[in-house]
């Protein structure tokens, strides 16, 4: 199971996150076939292993707020990486667990379904933050165009 994606500006949102998280579960919930039994125990575990995972990924972003890169001493910078690494390592430990646990519910099969579809939603998010990103600079671009066309214009207006 893949990680989740610390997406801070959705995480400001909720609505954009609760349509990001629908368009997750839609995607798993294809891609999974659950039985309405396994979907009856398989989504509680998952739901659980996420928010585990989140916090875990939460407490490395407040260490980390705290010390920017450039102003952290060789000290603090060495805590980072140890932090990082041991973030890591808990992931890990983590997925591990519940990969046990959901093997218990869900087939292998459909476990290796589950890491796919989580890939391919990570990605598929990105892709449309990236495309977002670049219509609002398109559109501010655009916006300063325009702003310099009336500038000159009133200009030459007067």
Known sequence: MITMLGVGVFAQNPRAKEKIESARIGLITERLGLTPDQAERFWPLYHEYRMRNIDAGKQYRMLRADIGPKQASDEESRRMVELELELKQ???????????????????????????????????????LQDARQQRMRQQRFQGRDQIRDRVRDKYRN
């Open 90 to 128: 808990r992931r890990l430990d983590l997925e591990k667990e519940y990969s046990k646990k959901m093997l218990e519910v869900i087939s292998t099969q459909q476990v290796v379904s589950l890491q796919k579809a989580e890939r391919d939603f990570r990605g598929i998010l990105l892709r449309r």
